[in-house]
Protein backbone atom coordinates (compact mmCIF):
# COMPACT_ATOMS: atom_id res chain seq x y z
CA UNK A 1 0.00 0.00 0.00
CA UNK A 2 1.57 3.18 -1.17
CA UNK A 3 1.70 6.42 1.49
CA UNK A 4 -1.14 8.29 -0.34
CA UNK A 5 -3.69 5.78 0.51
CA UNK A 6 -2.82 5.05 3.98
CA UNK A 7 -3.01 8.62 3.98
CA UNK A 8 -6.80 8.62 2.42
CA UNK A 9 -7.90 4.99 5.44
CA UNK A 10 -6.71 7.77 7.79
CA UNK A 11 -8.16 10.65 6.77
CA UNK A 12 -11.61 8.64 6.36
CA UNK A 13 -11.36 7.35 9.88
CA UNK A 14 -10.92 11.15 11.06
CA UNK A 15 -13.84 12.01 9.27
CA UNK A 16 -15.98 9.33 10.35
CA UNK A 17 -15.25 10.56 14.01
CA UNK A 18 -16.07 13.90 12.81
CA UNK A 19 -12.85 15.59 12.64
CA UNK A 20 -13.49 17.33 9.87
CA UNK A 21 -10.76 19.99 9.99
CA UNK A 22 -8.39 16.92 11.05
CA UNK A 23 -9.49 14.94 7.43
CA UNK A 24 -8.55 17.30 5.74
CA UNK A 25 -5.45 18.35 6.52
CA UNK A 26 -4.70 14.21 6.09
CA UNK A 27 -5.85 14.64 2.75
CA UNK A 28 -3.89 17.61 1.65
CA UNK A 29 -0.77 15.46 2.37
CA UNK A 30 -2.64 12.72 0.12
CA UNK A 31 -2.83 14.86 -2.61
CA UNK A 32 0.65 16.50 -2.38
CA UNK A 33 1.61 12.89 -3.14
CA UNK A 34 -1.17 11.85 -5.64
CA UNK A 35 -2.65 14.60 -7.23
CA UNK A 36 -4.37 13.26 -9.48
CA UNK A 37 -6.56 10.94 -7.40
CA UNK A 38 -9.89 12.35 -8.25
CA UNK A 39 -11.53 10.64 -4.65
CA UNK A 40 -9.21 12.84 -2.22
CA UNK A 41 -10.45 15.79 -3.89
CA UNK A 42 -13.90 14.40 -3.49
CA UNK A 43 -13.08 13.71 -0.14
CA UNK A 44 -11.67 16.96 1.35
CA UNK A 45 -14.58 19.00 -0.39
CA UNK A 46 -16.94 16.64 1.48
CA UNK A 47 -15.13 18.15 4.62
CA UNK A 48 -15.36 21.54 3.59
CA UNK A 49 -18.68 21.33 3.16
CA UNK A 50 -19.38 19.91 6.44
CA UNK A 51 -16.82 23.30 7.93
CA UNK A 52 -19.26 25.87 5.45
CA UNK A 53 -15.73 26.47 3.62
CA UNK A 54 -17.98 26.76 0.56
CA UNK A 55 -15.27 28.13 -1.82
CA UNK A 56 -12.73 25.29 -0.83
CA UNK A 57 -15.33 22.88 -1.61
CA UNK A 58 -16.06 24.37 -4.85
CA UNK A 59 -12.48 24.37 -6.02
CA UNK A 60 -12.22 20.87 -4.92
CA UNK A 61 -14.97 19.44 -7.15
CA UNK A 62 -13.96 21.35 -9.75
CA UNK A 63 -10.48 20.07 -9.97
CA UNK A 64 -11.72 16.50 -9.45
CA UNK A 65 -13.88 16.95 -11.86
CA UNK A 66 -10.72 18.09 -14.21
CA UNK A 67 -9.48 15.35 -14.09
CA UNK A 68 -11.99 13.43 -16.01
CA UNK A 69 -12.73 9.87 -14.22
CA UNK A 70 -16.27 8.20 -14.52
CA UNK A 71 -18.09 6.04 -12.58
CA UNK A 72 -19.51 7.42 -8.78
CA UNK A 73 -16.53 9.41 -7.87
CA UNK A 74 -17.73 11.64 -10.46
CA UNK A 75 -21.47 11.55 -9.33
CA UNK A 76 -20.06 12.14 -5.92
CA UNK A 77 -17.89 15.46 -6.95
CA UNK A 78 -20.85 16.96 -8.74
CA UNK A 79 -23.23 15.94 -6.21
CA UNK A 80 -20.80 17.85 -3.95
CA UNK A 81 -20.36 20.28 -6.41
CA UNK A 82 -23.88 21.45 -6.42
CA UNK A 83 -24.14 21.40 -2.16
CA UNK A 84 -20.98 23.61 -2.64
CA UNK A 85 -22.84 25.98 -4.90
CA UNK A 86 -25.74 25.97 -2.62
CA UNK A 87 -24.04 27.16 -0.19
CA UNK A 88 -22.43 30.21 -2.32
CA UNK A 89 -26.14 31.03 -3.17
CA UNK A 90 -25.31 30.25 -6.91
CA UNK A 91 -28.60 28.69 -6.93
CA UNK A 92 -28.69 27.94 -11.43
CA UNK A 93 -25.34 26.55 -10.91
CA UNK A 94 -26.32 24.38 -8.22
CA UNK A 95 -29.31 23.05 -10.32
CA UNK A 96 -26.69 22.39 -13.11
CA UNK A 97 -24.50 20.27 -10.91
CA UNK A 98 -27.51 18.31 -9.73
CA UNK A 99 -28.72 18.02 -13.61
CA UNK A 100 -25.44 16.22 -13.95
CA UNK A 101 -26.10 13.78 -10.94
CA UNK A 102 -29.04 12.55 -13.16
CA UNK A 103 -27.46 12.32 -16.45
CA UNK A 104 -24.86 9.79 -15.10
CA UNK A 105 -27.15 8.49 -12.27
CA UNK A 106 -30.80 8.80 -12.93
CA UNK A 107 -31.99 6.97 -9.93
CA UNK A 108 -30.06 9.14 -7.29
CA UNK A 109 -32.73 10.50 -4.86
CA UNK A 110 -30.69 12.97 -3.41
CA UNK A 111 -30.43 15.22 -6.40
CA UNK A 112 -33.29 14.48 -6.96
CA UNK A 113 -34.50 16.17 -3.32
CA UNK A 114 -32.43 19.11 -4.49
CA UNK A 115 -33.53 19.79 -7.73
CA UNK A 116 -37.04 19.56 -6.13
CA UNK A 117 -36.15 22.59 -2.95
CA UNK A 118 -35.12 24.55 -5.56
CA UNK A 119 -37.46 24.14 -8.04
CA UNK A 120 -40.26 25.06 -4.96
CA UNK A 121 -37.93 28.27 -3.93
CA UNK A 122 -38.21 29.46 -7.78
CA UNK A 123 -42.00 28.36 -7.90
CA UNK A 124 -42.93 29.92 -5.10
CA UNK A 125 -41.01 33.40 -5.70
CA UNK A 126 -43.31 33.30 -9.62
CA UNK A 127 -46.66 32.39 -8.15
CA UNK A 128 -45.82 35.01 -5.71
CA UNK A 129 -45.56 37.76 -8.03
CA UNK A 130 -47.91 36.28 -11.05
CA UNK A 131 -50.46 33.80 -9.59
CA UNK A 132 -53.15 35.18 -12.10
CA UNK A 133 -50.92 33.67 -15.03
CA UNK A 134 -49.63 30.78 -13.05
CA UNK A 135 -53.21 29.35 -12.79
CA UNK A 136 -54.69 29.81 -16.23
CA UNK A 137 -51.69 27.83 -17.76
CA UNK A 138 -52.15 25.25 -15.16
CA UNK A 139 -55.65 24.64 -16.20
CA UNK A 140 -54.39 24.69 -19.98
CA UNK A 141 -52.14 22.55 -19.15
CA UNK A 142 -54.22 19.83 -17.29
CA UNK A 143 -56.92 19.99 -20.47
CA UNK A 144 -53.70 19.73 -23.00
CA UNK A 145 -54.95 22.75 -24.67
CA UNK A 146 -53.82 26.39 -25.26
CA UNK A 147 -55.59 28.39 -27.93
CA UNK A 148 -52.88 29.54 -29.55
CA UNK A 149 -55.32 31.40 -32.55
CA UNK A 150 -56.00 33.95 -30.03
CA UNK A 151 -53.80 37.13 -30.16
CA UNK A 152 -51.45 36.44 -27.06
CA UNK A 153 -47.92 37.48 -27.48
CA UNK A 154 -44.90 35.17 -27.08
CA UNK A 155 -43.94 36.72 -23.94
CA UNK A 156 -48.20 35.62 -22.59
CA UNK A 157 -47.29 32.37 -23.17
CA UNK A 158 -43.62 32.66 -21.29
CA UNK A 159 -44.76 34.38 -18.59
CA UNK A 160 -47.26 31.30 -18.23
CA UNK A 161 -44.77 28.63 -18.38
CA UNK A 162 -42.40 29.82 -16.16
CA UNK A 163 -45.11 30.38 -13.48
CA UNK A 164 -46.72 27.20 -13.07
CA UNK A 165 -47.09 26.20 -10.18
CA UNK A 166 -44.30 22.94 -8.69
CA UNK A 167 -46.74 20.08 -9.09
CA UNK A 168 -47.31 21.56 -13.03
CA UNK A 169 -43.61 22.12 -13.95
CA UNK A 170 -43.25 18.96 -15.69
CA UNK A 171 -46.12 19.09 -17.40
CA UNK A 172 -45.44 22.72 -18.89
CA UNK A 173 -41.87 21.01 -20.25
CA UNK A 174 -43.88 17.82 -21.68
CA UNK A 175 -46.27 20.50 -23.19
CA UNK A 176 -43.93 22.64 -24.83
CA UNK A 177 -42.05 19.77 -26.12
CA UNK A 178 -45.10 18.20 -27.35
CA UNK A 179 -46.46 21.48 -29.12
CA UNK A 180 -46.83 21.24 -32.96
CA UNK A 181 -43.96 23.13 -35.37
CA UNK A 182 -47.22 25.23 -36.62
CA UNK A 183 -47.31 26.38 -33.58
CA UNK A 184 -44.46 27.70 -33.09
CA UNK A 185 -44.55 28.96 -36.55
CA UNK A 186 -47.72 31.03 -35.55
CA UNK A 187 -45.84 32.28 -32.57
CA UNK A 188 -42.54 33.47 -33.57
CA UNK A 189 -42.53 33.69 -37.65
CA UNK A 190 -43.11 37.47 -37.40
CA UNK A 191 -41.46 38.39 -34.12
CA UNK A 192 -39.05 36.22 -33.87
CA UNK A 193 -37.51 33.96 -31.07
CA UNK A 194 -37.96 35.07 -27.67
CA UNK A 195 -34.16 34.86 -25.40
CA UNK A 196 -36.40 34.54 -22.69
CA UNK A 197 -38.76 31.87 -23.79
CA UNK A 198 -35.38 29.94 -25.18
CA UNK A 199 -33.80 29.38 -22.19
CA UNK A 200 -37.33 28.09 -20.52
CA UNK A 201 -37.02 25.54 -24.00
CA UNK A 202 -33.35 24.53 -22.98
CA UNK A 203 -34.60 23.86 -18.87
CA UNK A 204 -37.36 21.49 -20.84
CA UNK A 205 -34.98 20.09 -22.99
CA UNK A 206 -32.43 18.82 -20.65
CA UNK A 207 -35.24 17.39 -18.72
CA UNK A 208 -36.36 15.17 -21.11
CA UNK A 209 -32.90 14.33 -21.88
CA UNK A 210 -32.17 13.09 -18.52
CA UNK A 211 -35.41 11.75 -17.88
CA UNK A 212 -38.36 9.80 -19.65
CA UNK A 213 -40.75 12.64 -19.42
CA UNK A 214 -41.05 12.29 -23.69
CA UNK A 215 -40.39 9.72 -25.83
CA UNK A 216 -37.25 10.26 -28.62
CA UNK A 217 -35.87 13.55 -26.93
CA UNK A 218 -32.87 13.42 -29.29
CA UNK A 219 -35.66 13.71 -32.22
CA UNK A 220 -37.83 16.11 -30.74
CA UNK A 221 -35.13 18.74 -29.57
CA UNK A 222 -33.08 18.33 -33.11
CA UNK A 223 -36.47 19.17 -34.62
CA UNK A 224 -37.34 22.33 -32.30
CA UNK A 225 -33.90 23.60 -32.62
CA UNK A 226 -33.48 23.49 -36.54
CA UNK A 227 -37.21 25.30 -36.66
CA UNK A 228 -36.02 27.86 -34.25
CA UNK A 229 -32.52 28.61 -35.69
CA UNK A 230 -35.31 30.13 -38.77
CA UNK A 231 -36.58 32.20 -37.09
CA UNK A 232 -35.41 36.05 -36.53
CA UNK A 233 -32.93 36.83 -33.59
CA UNK A 234 -32.28 32.81 -33.36
CA UNK A 235 -28.52 33.43 -32.94
CA UNK A 236 -28.51 36.85 -30.41
CA UNK A 237 -31.20 34.75 -28.22
CA UNK A 238 -29.18 31.67 -27.70
CA UNK A 239 -26.04 33.92 -27.21
CA UNK A 240 -27.50 35.40 -24.12
CA UNK A 241 -29.16 31.86 -22.72
CA UNK A 242 -27.59 30.84 -19.32
CA UNK A 243 -23.58 28.99 -20.77
CA UNK A 244 -23.83 26.81 -17.64
CA UNK A 245 -26.97 25.33 -18.84
CA UNK A 246 -26.09 25.14 -22.46
CA UNK A 247 -23.06 23.15 -21.35
CA UNK A 248 -24.92 20.82 -19.50
CA UNK A 249 -27.68 19.95 -22.61
CA UNK A 250 -24.01 19.62 -24.51
CA UNK A 251 -22.53 17.55 -21.98
CA UNK A 252 -25.67 14.98 -21.79
CA UNK A 253 -25.84 14.68 -25.03
CA UNK A 254 -22.52 13.59 -25.43
CA UNK A 255 -22.57 11.22 -22.88
CA UNK A 256 -25.99 9.96 -24.23
CA UNK A 257 -26.38 10.36 -28.00
CA UNK A 258 -22.72 11.24 -28.88
CA UNK A 259 -24.14 10.96 -32.67
CA UNK A 260 -25.61 13.90 -32.21
CA UNK A 261 -22.81 15.73 -30.89
CA UNK A 262 -21.60 17.97 -33.81
CA UNK A 263 -25.10 19.17 -35.34
CA UNK A 264 -26.87 20.14 -31.76
CA UNK A 265 -23.17 22.25 -31.31
CA UNK A 266 -24.46 24.25 -34.64
CA UNK A 267 -27.13 25.38 -32.55
CA UNK A 268 -26.58 25.41 -28.96
CA UNK A 269 -23.99 28.04 -28.97
Known amino acids: MNRAEQLKIEGNKAYKNNEYK ?15 NPTLYSNRAQCFLHLGDYERALKDTTSGLKLGNSGRVTVKLNYRQGMALLGLGRL ?8 NV ?7 ER ?12 SSINRAKNRGNSNQFSNNVESNHLDTTANMSPMHYLTALKH ?5 KINGYRYILDLKETTYVQLFKDSGIDTEFLDFYLHAARCALVTDIIGNPDRTIM ?29 VTEEKFPQLRQQIRQFIK
Open 92 to 99: QDAEVAFW
Open 111 to 122: AREQLAGLEAKE
Open 102 to 108: LSLDPQN
Open 223 to 251: NHLRLFASFKRFDLAMEKCDVTLKQSILK
Open 22 to 36: KAAKIYRDAIQIDVY
Open 164 to 168: VSEDK
